[in-house]
């Protein structure tokens, strides 16, 4: 054998056992890393469907929040309405309630208030 020979015979040995090196290192490295791999993926798919979740959970949140605050907005105006319509139907029972008082006192609005206050004070 030359020595030609012998240092392509070496190198190949070298180069072989570099190749043989670098797939046991790929080996090791995939059995270390596919569990955390693994689990990683497991976490991620169970992240996606909490978070999907939670978004259809906060459109109905939503959806019943918007329907509440129609609901309250429509009372509001049904209450106002009917105060106003309460108002309107005491007009006349408060007119003639102011009329009696300023006829019982002389018609002065002063006195009327001064003799209801002695009134229910006992004077």
Do not use: C
Not at 44 to 58: G, K, W, Y
Not at 103 to 119: F, V
């Amino acid at each position: 054998m030359t020595p030609l020979e012998k240092l392509i015979g070496l190198g190949l040995a070298v180069i072989l056992l570099l190749v043989l090196g670098a797939s046991v290192g790929v080996w090791r490295a995939v059995a270390h890393f596919r569990p955390l791999l693994d689990a990683a993926n497991s976490d991620l798919a169970t992240t996606n469907a909490a978070r999907d979740n939670l978004v259809t959970l906060t459109g109905e949140q939503g959806k019943k929040l918007g329907e509440l605050v129609l609901a309250g907005e429509l009372r509001e105006r049904n209450a106002a309405l009917a105060q106003e319509k309460a108002a309107q139907e005491a007009r006349p029972d408060y007119a003639a309630a102011n009329q009696l008082l300023r006829e019982r006192t002389g018609g002065d609005p002063a006195q009327t208030a001064a003799a209801i206050i002695d009134q229910e004070l006992g004077l």
